[in-house]
């Protein structure tokens, strides 16, 4: 064995301190299709979001934004904004010095000296009502002297390109989204992020087929439906804040330290969210000005983002350009992978955790003794960029799934056979590092099955006159997001006396039923019905400290938390039985409601009837979280494989489209697709993941562009008719999802999670399909009617 | 001294110029109870529902008949109610999603919500129900095109369209034969 390999290490439970023994027992609430606790309040209106909130005395606030993508504040004339009635405070950087705004830790001047993209904040206003504030925003005088500004990441990094003034402080610390390098021009921290094993030189020496190919990926906006809104409300001592986050305490923290507040002092609220995609996950940089406005009056302070805001203001998805050379032996075999990303990452925002997110997946995914990626962030004059549901996972699948089935073309092979020829079950290839578990083999198996993979016709194109044509293709994925270190994630479970049974879970529900799953978890480690669980949840005062719902957190860290902390309650009220029935607590069991005195199955006690034994000693069970042994998220690390084991989840789609010739448009029509969730805790749940993974991947694949002038910087299509999400009509008329089990004992009965991961291969299975259809490769993303039109023209003209 | 705006003229309903605003007495009709509201005339059917008669279940998601969110029925028909002032939905019959569930028991579509999943995060949820509830109403014989056609107009982000569907298909194979 390789000298370097690494020390083997036994699945467990990634708690600290006490690891529950297994359940010991069938599920009986795990596994199950169960409804969503809050799905009534959903269905009926009387869910309330962060806009439905209404205080007494509460003033409107609305934000001054730069027209200009550079520029610096030279001078704000605020004379006659003040004399507007009902305008009770005006914030700008002159009575604001110092302040600033925190998105994962990363501090961000609130209003900036100089601005650097077209939306970027310069005043905020807060009056007696609506109109008054929006009087005021037209009658601030600002003064601007305007600065050369570049949008275009390839013309960012050449010699003598502006210079973008990037005002997102320096952070060392590992869990924060800032720079920690200085950036040298427009490149982020000077330098690109390196991935490399062998000798790419001897690789490609060894090729008989080498493909070069340059792919482009667009940005992508999250299109919440419910725009950023909140509700801030100081009294005097302590600020509450109805939000619309992905994380309740990491938007206490990011407010705390923003309004120099004890941590206890900020308590944030958010019972309802309509949806967060990653846009979300903690304080968001509206909201600070609503605080602080609210601060300033000592009224609550209503703020709600507009369309054409949200579309402006929020950190999206980044765009990319991605160089691709590949060499293969003539059996498929790999022999060399090089790869070189350019990321535009507008004027900052929180890059870091993906500095080697778009060149991960190949330099993991495949087999191949010779690779060297890297990936350059580049900064322009665009707005910021961050978290989208798989950041840059699915701009890497865009580009590397199609550039995979362009080289198993080249050597003639079917696209699946050459992926599982080129499979690999190690994480590290070098060392052998596993992944705690790895079923992408299973997923490219089901979803090839399930959408007919053997009608798929090699080269479908050249035995077809029709002008509807269609085609089937296929792409995987993985997604390095099982946890992100340092995993801090806690949960409690008390029972009282009077049979109430709560799950005290600070997490946000943000619509992938994170709240029910860990009820279920509690219901199950507990041995009673999910309904007997009330969960305390969408409030930083709900429980401890737990992570933001994004990057498919919820359940790999909440879960084995929720185990734990239930399963020490459990524990707990077995020594209150034991004690009275006179009998030892480990002969004690319990299941769907009801404790079992021992081996005998008819001496049994109701959960409900026995809580009264307690007395005044309320039962606490508590949970928290261990660190992932190795890196489960690629922060910074440069290497996303370090420790003695790696933790990701993978998945696949196939898709059957239909492309018109005549006309460019692409409809898909089936999609199989599946994700290892480790196991589906509750499979309606991930199914529902599996739909919206679909949309966004369609979104991505064929519809969604934000479209930016190129001499002003200014996007074009901020409403919700130009910027084309996915409608109803844009689905496919049938969707097959495919939810892969297998064991994983570091997790809370094996459960990974999902969510993200599911919209990552379906934009380049549409495109793989696209070439089976018409025979076009298409090298842009999103493949709208005009490119696909203009490729098959250019095929037509060339015959190729 | 240059001075520009970022241009959001199109974005909410801004009425400068117009003070003092113009205030009417309307009599809204909301499912089934009459409402007399002393209104500015620009105030929307949205604006009249959420702040005016605090039924907060119809959403604003774009403000601009784009989303499909503040969808409510009018007179039967699914309209959205943020590009309908209130004025003109005077002496009309509203049902907004607060009308649906009679006595606290769901409506069966509700149910048939819950059920299939056909829910994320919920924001767009109402909305949907309404457009859907006035193609129910509309009449038999209803495809999944008619489905899709009828929530043509509203976005779900989370991406719930094929379980909608299925919950709508279910609901209709439960109806009696007309």
Known sequence: MNATQVQEIKPQLLVEGWVPPPLGRDFTVVGKPLDRLDAPEKVTGKANYAGDVSLPGMLHAKILRSPYPHAKVRRIDLSRAKEVSGVKAILTKDNTQGWYTYWYKVAQPAFPETVSYVGHEVAAVAAEDIDAARNALKLI???????????????????????????????????SYGPTEPNIGNIYAGRPSVLTRGDIKRGFQEADVILEKVYRTPSQHHGTLQTRTCVADWNGDTLTVYESCQGVWKAKEDLAWSLKLPPEKVIVKVRYQGGGFGSKSGAQRFVHYAARLSMETKRPVRLELTRAEEFVSHPRRPSSVVYLKTGAKRDGTLTAMYGKAIVNIGAGGGYRPFINQLIG??????????????????????????PTRSPLNVSSCCCVEAHIDEVADAVGMDPLEFRLKNYTPYADQVKMTPFSSKKLDVAMRCVTEAIGWSRRKEHAFLQNNMSKRCG???????????????????AEVVIKKDGTIELHAA???????????????????????????????????????????HASRIVPEMGPAVLQAAADARQKMFEVLAEFFKIDASQLRSAEGWIYLGSDSSKKVRFKDVCGLIGDKTIVGRGSRARNPGSGYPIRGENPVEGPVNFATFGASAVEVEVDVETGKVRVLRVATAHEFGRALNPKFCDSQHYGGVLMGIGMGLLEEPSTDKKTGIMLNTDLHQYRMPTALD?????????????????????????????????????????????????????????????????????? | METRHLEDSKVTSGHEGLEPHRTRRVVLDVNGKLWSLELECRTTLAEALREHLGLKGTKIGCNRAECGTCTVIMDGRAVYSCTVLAVEAAGKRIQTIEGLAECGKLHPLQKLFIQYDALQCGYCTP???????????????????????????????????????????????RQPDT
């Open chain 1, 472 to 490: 089937i293709g296929m792409a995987s994925y993985i997604f390095q997001g099982v946890g992100i270190n340092p995993c801090k994630a806690n």
């Open chain 1, 141 to 175: 005088e600002v003064d601007y002297e305007r600065l050369p500004a570049v949008f275009d990441a390839e013309e960012a990094v050449r010699p003598g390109a502006p210079q973008v003034t990037v005002t997102d402080l320096p952070n060392p610390e590992p869990s």
């Open chain 2, 127 to 173: 909305g949907i129900i309404m457009s859907l509830k006035a193609l129910l109403d509309r009449g038999s014989n209803i495809t999944r095109g008619d489905i899709r056609e009828a929530i043509a107009g509203n976005y779900c982000r989370c991406g719930s369209f094929p379980n909608i569907e299925k919950a709508v298909e279910d609901f209709v194979r």
């Open chain 1, 361 to 386: 997946p190949p330099f993991l995914m495949y087999k191949c003794p010779n690779a060297y990626f890297e990936q350059w962030g580049v900064h322009t004059n665009l707005q910021y960029t961050g």
């Open chain 1, 507 to 549: 997490i946000v529900e943000i619509g992938a039923g994170s709240m029910t799953t860990l009820a279920m978890i509690a219901a199950e480690e507990l041995g009673v019905p999910v309904e007997d669980i009330r969960v305390m949840y969408g409030d930083s005062e709900a429980g401890p400290y737990a992570p933001g719902t």
């Open chain 1, 731 to 800: 689905m496919p008329l049938e969707i097959i999802p495919f939810n892969v089990e297998g064991d994983d004992g570091f997790f809370a009965y094996s459960a990974k999670g999902g969510g993200e991961g599911t919209n990552s291969a379906i934009p380049a299975a549409i495109r793989n399909a696209i070439y089976n259809a018409v025979g076009v490769w298409m090298y842009e993303y999103p493949m709208t009617r005009e490119r696909i039109l203009a490729a098959l023209a250019e095929k037509a003209a060339t015959g190729r």
